[in-house]
């Protein structure tokens, strides 16, 4: 450790403090957010920028259209590149959902979000609360909370994810409080997602009486649909047309059908490769008379690993067993997250280090109390331990 007399500072800020993180946390979890209700996230944003700006922050809201009001709060700005903490506001769960917002159970908290991941918010603040107790300068915290994130930022029209390509461009190094592991486990890579859609476009006509006038969208559709799913690969990427809508009537040929598609890759260059792929079947049709064009309706690209990305993960593991949590599991995550707008830059970026728990996205979600203090610690510690503005 760097400085040792700072670093026992901050973690003696941190003891006896789990009380007043869970009633942090209890009053988030409390505030339901699901991403389509702009007001509610909006609200969370607003509270969150009231208590940032009580902690001594600099806030910034940004507002969108049809999605929640995002929050940026930094620090004061240090000598050193600055350190980014990332998170988001909206739960999949919708409002009213949850009979008891927040009940606990031992150590277990069930409630919407409370894993995912609004206990990590509360890690990052009791992170970025630590560091200003312990008179940490050396570099700017940037606390970054999206508001769309369950959608892929499909709400705000993608105006989310560039959130932090702007808040993020110039750090050394970036922290997402996601949902986190009790096993110790830390990700390091993701693959990334995209949800699309496919427009078939037909020729309409009476089934019965002229039929050979027409050129059906629906039957073009479902050879895409063939076509399309035999791509997947189960160790490359994944296709799954998961919605198709169209036509009107039994006695129509359908003139229009669009199908849904989402994607999942393990790198950028296979997210080029599988739309070219789609692209050339969309133009390879085999009834004619049909046409199909392709949209993007959201993407996440995947986190993929940095130059600097192992040495971060060393000096979190380097933290984690200072503080008597054993030793780190490097890990390769199927779901997406906002940290791939980090990554994308080539800044060395850890994922998962909220806190522990289980069952995001059900009504069985729950996070572990004891879990919080120590992922906060191994946050705090990992920050203290940087040096230079290489990570």
């Known amino acids: 450790m760097k400085n040792n007399a700072q670093w026992l500072r901050a973690m003696e800020y941190l003891d006896g403090r789990q009380a007043e993180m869970f009633q942090l946390l209890k009053n988030l979890v409390e505030m339901e957010t ?57 739960t999949v769960h919708p409002a009213g959902s949850w009979p008891v917002l927040l009940r606990q159970e031992g150590d277990r908290l069930y409630g919407p979000g409370v894993f995912d991941c609004k206990g990590g918010i509360v890690i990052a603040l009791f992170a970025i609360k630590a560091l200003m107790a312990c008179d940490y300068r050396e570099r700017q915290i940037r606390l970054v909370l999206s508001s769309d994130e ?43 997602g995209a949800v699309m859609r496919i427009h078939v476009s037909g020729i309409a006509a009476h089934a019965g009486r ?46 229009a059908c669009d199908i849904t598609l989402g994607l999942r890759y393990h790198s950028n260059a296979d997210y080029d490769r599988a739309l070219r792929t789609l692209e050339t ?6 009834v ?37 949590l054993g030793p780190v599991k490097p890990l390769a995550a199927g779901g997406c997250s906002d940290s791939a707008f ?38 705090v510690t990992t920050i203290l331990s940087l040096s230079g503005d290489e990570a």
Not at 164 to 191: L, M, Q, W, Y
Request: glycine content about 10%.
């Open 34 to 90: 699901p991403s389509a209700d702009k007001e509610a996230v909006s609200r969370l944003a607003g509270h969150l920028d009231t208590y940032c700006d009580a902690m001594g922050m600099s806030c910034r809201k940004e507002h969108y259209a049809h999605a929640g009001d995002a929050l940026a709060a930094h620090t004061a700005p240090g000598e050193k590149k600055p350190v980014a903490l990332l998170a988001h506001l909206d």
């Open 150 to 192: 369950e959608t892929a930022h499909m709400l705000s029209e993608g105006l989310g994810g560039s959130l932090f390509t702007r808040e993020c461009a110039d750090c050394i190094a970036a922290f997402n409080c996601e949902s986190g592991s009790p096993d110790n486990e830390v990700v390091t890579k993701r693959r990334g």
């Open 210 to 255: 002229t039929p050979e006038k027409g050129a059906s969208a629906i039957r073009t559709a479902a050879r895409l649909v063939e076509h399309i799913e035999a791509l997947t690969d189960l160790s490359g990427n994944l296709f799954n047309c998961g919605k198709i809508t169209g036509g009107t009537g039994a006695n129509v040929i359908a003139d």
């Open 281 to 286: 079947l969309c133009h390879d049709l085999p």
């Open 288 to 324: 004619p008379g049909t046409s199909a064009t392709l949209s993007l309706l959201s993407r996440y690209p995947a986190m993929e690993e940095t130059p600097g990305t192992q040495k971060l993960l060393d000096l979190y593991d380097a933290a984690s067993r200072l503080l008597d």
């Open 342 to 379: 980090v990554t994308q830059m080539g800044i060395p970026t850890l994922c998962s280090l909220g806190i522990g728990g289980a069952n995001p996205h059900t009504r069985e979600e729950y996070a572990l109390l004891s879990t919080m203090l120590p992922q906060c610690r191994k946050l």
